[in-house]
């Protein structure tokens, strides 16, 4: 079996390199949701939008108990209307899946109404996931489109999204400014 064959990307994170081509996923990283032979979904943390949590959750008719400063964050470029909830796992709801140890993602109204109302910290709310078909992400990786690292609550939690790219790259001892095609790293 090669190694194209056997690579799995979950539990954990992708890098974009810069390389990467693909606008939806510059300086981007992905964690791993599925991966198996039918394909992999993954949710970007890393691109904030303008739209306010407190927001998002009001136009659902609930009161967001969050972090006031907190942003929807965009998961990918495929159902973008599609809203992902990642929170940690010691809370379940109908639909919750673990993605890692400490974190867990849901989908459910329960879900959200249960972390908005109950003041639940940390959330963080997405908007579209990153997919990919039987085969295309094994490609997609022997070309060095990305990078593999483990996730981590904080990674996922606590870094600002701007920083994000850059930590995790330095958690695996690699700085960005060496990458090949970095030079919008200084930017």
Not at 145 to 153: D, E, K, R, T
Request: hydrophobic residues 45%; glycine residues 12%.
């Amino acid at each position: 079996m090669s190694a194209i064959q056997t690579f799995r990307a979950v539990p954990g994170v992708l890098i974009a390199v810069p390389q990467l081509g693909d606008p939806n996923f510059r300086r981007s990283v992905v964690v791993m949701l599925e991966h198996d032979d039918q394909g992999a979904l993954g949710l970007v943390i890393n691109q904030p939008l303008p739209h306010a949590c407190a927001d998002v959750a009001q136009s659902f008719g609930l009161t967001w108990g969050g972090a006031p400063e907190s942003r929807l964050r965009r998961g990918g470029p495929v159902e973008p209307q599609s809203l992902w909830i990642l929170h940690e796992d010691r809370l379940q709801f109908d639909e919750t899946s673990p993605v890692a140890p400490g974190i867990a993602v849901s989908r459910s109204r329960e879900a959200l109404t249960g972390l908005c109302e109950g003041g639940e910290r940390p959330v963080r709310l997405v908007v579209g996931y990153a997919g990919w078909g039987p085969g295309q992400l094994e490609g997609e990786m022997a070309s060095g489109s990305w990078i593999q690292a483990p996730v981590s609550p904080a990674l996922v939690f606590e870094w600002a999204p701007e920083a994000i790219w850059d930590r995790a790259l330095a958690g695996l001892g690699i700085d960005p400014v060496h990458l090949a095609g970095a030079t919008d790293v200084l930017q």
